[in-house]
């Protein structure tokens, strides 16, 4: 028996699993205090179950919609803007960090400002952008661009500079042409540090295209979020939008790991 | 050296492109003159209106720039005060969420079994957006004090502490634990105790690790100030004020304040650097 259980111990998901547990039952215990000093416990701290109801209840929240349906469709509004954000932006930062590593001249001009835009809170742009945009569609996809770019973009180019000089000189013995170093030294030595900066970005342009809803009360998530704390709707509707944010921003991480995995060969040799 | 091999210049000379590239000294002043160009060519197409014809926009929505400085001039100490609000709830959230981030990552390497599961929760933190933290917390946050300023103060704070235990958490824990190859035996072959391959090593071995974390979390931290002062029961701070000012269709003053945003991003990053090589010198 005991040395089942110290088996079990040594399973990697083991203590991942015990601290989601704790987490669980330090939100229950919490949800029983509150319960019971709070007149309203369900606006501070529901307990996990009455959510889980709430969001397989059939009860219309809007005129026609039950609560997980609201959160879905505005969800796919929200969503699917930051997504087609995050992949522009994404895509540009690679390009801009490749440009970059092939010119030396570009790569001296531009590199300050690349360190430089980290430092702007580009989500206090928002509302700018929403202003000069004037259409909520375009700044959702334009803010979850710039905040996915510049992650991408340092990241990638941090990986094009990490090849080392025997590399450069082996290529160069193979007479190997510009195209061939880069498909076949350069492109994969970034790849994980390209990824890296993928992990970065995907949560914040999860958090911008939610963001930018709430500055207009045009649909979607983040309109959803604000009208359900004004007890516009059942609170409940908040708090699974919380908790799919959350599943999301994790989930996209999770699935950017795997394109990784798959599309790095040498990650699984190991 | 006898075998030192003399090249003699043979053939025509090299074009004056290929020496002015090879010359040390533009080499080393083109990294700032290069950049330096650009900006006065941004700032140039800013004041003369020509961004604003490629972004369709107009001078309300997209100042001039000398009408920023003058109304960050005209409302300094306004400014002054949203800075200051921001800058407490970014730094506090920064430096109890680093120690808290540090103290974990300790905790999961001395004791791996347990502890590398909380790494992975912890990270799972780092990826709730910020959007859906910033309200959570303001509830939970109701009754820390009667003081409307002080409550949202402290759900800010813990905002902003969550992301960076996240990033110090994952960061901290390699460095403590990729450790120079053999350096670990060592402390083994002297018999030295856990504590003891802590101080000795371990920490030491971090220290560059916590700077590579604190990059990403300074200004990290500012931009969830920002956004959690969206959220917060309280007005005030720069990003409240930016979205304020537009609310009230005044771009140029939330201009002057999206400037002032970048300024505490750059001084706090450059504050950093600072540290870093202080800190650190001994390892260049």
């Keep these: 028996m005991k040395e089942k259980f110290e088996v079990l111990t040594n399973k990697k998901w083991f203590s991942s699993l015990l601290w989601i547990l704790l987490l669980i039952i330090a939100w229950e215990v919490g949800a029983f205090v509150v319960a019971n000093t709070k007149r309203i416990p369900e606006n501070v701290l529901p307990h996990l179950y009455q959510i889980i109801i709430a969001g397989f209840s059939t009860d219309k929240v809007t005129g026609d919609m039950t609560a997980t349906q609201a959160v879905l469709s505005s969800a796919a509004q929200t969503l699917l803007r930051g997504f087609l954000g995050f992949v522009l932006g994404a895509a540009i930062g690679f390009v801009f960090a490749l440009v970059m590593k092939m010119s030396g001249v570009l790569e001296k001009v531009l590199f300050p400002y690349l360190m430089l835009i980290q430092l702007i809170p580009v989500l206090g742009l928002a509302p700018i952008v929403l202003a000069i945009t004037g259409d909520i569609n375009v700044s959702r996809v334009i803010i979850a661009a710039i905040l996915s770019f510049y992650p991408v973009a340092t990241n990638t180019l941090a990986g094009f500079k990490s090849v080392e000089k025997e590399k450069y000189d082996l290529m160069f013995i193979c007479a190997a042409k510009p195209h061939v170093i880069y498909t076949k030294v350069l492109i994969p030595a970034a790849l994980p540090y390209f990824f890296t900066g993928l992990k970065i970005a995907a949560p914040m342009a999860v958090t911008a295209s939610i963001l930018v809803d709430t500055l207009q009360g045009d649909g979607g998530l983040g309109c959803l979020l604000s009208q359900s704390l004004k007890h516009a709707m059942s609170i409940y509707v908040f708090w699974l939008i919380v908790f799919f944010s959350a599943f999301v921003g994790i989930l996209v991480g999770k699935v950017i790991g795997w394109i990784e995995y798959g599309v790095s060969p040498w990650k699984r040799r190991a | 050296m006898e075998y030192e091999v003399k090249l003699e210049k043979v053939g025509r000379k090299k074009s004056l492109s290929q020496r002015i590239k090879e010359n040390k000294t533009w080499q080393k002043a083109s990294t700032i003159v290069l950049p330096l160009i650009f900006g006065i060519v941004l700032v140039g197409l800013w004041q003369t209106e020509v961004l604003h014809s490629w972004f369709h926009t107009d001078t309300f929505t997209l100042p001039l720039i000398n009408k920023i400085g003058g109304i960050m001039g005209d409302i300094s100490d306004k400014i002054l005060e949203n800075t ?143 956004v959690s002062e969206y959220f917060a029961e309280y007005i005030t701070g720069v990003g409240r004020a930016i979205r304020e000012n537009i609310v009230l269709a005044q771009y140029s003053t939330a201009w002057a304040y999206i400037a002032t945003a970048c300024l505490i991003g750059v001084v706090a990053y450059v504050v950093l650097m600072v540290l870093q090589s202080i800190l650190l010198r001994r390892y260049h």
């Excluded at chain 2, 590398?116 to 859906?132: K, M, Q």
């Design chain 2, 84 to 226: 200051i609000a921001t800058v407490e709830v970014a730094f506090f959230g920064l430096v109890i969420g680093s120690v808290l981030g540090y103290l974990i990552a300790m905790l999961a390497a001395l004791y791996p079994k347990i502890g590398s599961g909380g790494l992975s929760v912890i990270g799972a933190f780092a990826s709730i957006p910020v959007v859906a933290m910033a309200p959570v917390l303001n509830n939970w946050t109701k009754d820390v004090s009667t003081d409307a300023n002080l409550r949202s103060m402290v759900s800010k704070i813990i905002v902003v502490t969550l992301i960076c235990a996240a990033d110090m958490g994952l960061n901290a824990y390699r460095g403590l634990t990729e450790l120079k190859p053999f350096s670990e035996d060592l402390m083994a072959i002297y018999g030295a105790p856990k504590k003891i391959t802590l101080w000795k090593l371990r920490i030491p071995n971090s220290i560059p690790y916590v700077f590579t974390a604190l990059k990403v979390s300074v200004p990290a931290s500012i931009m969830t100030a920002i």
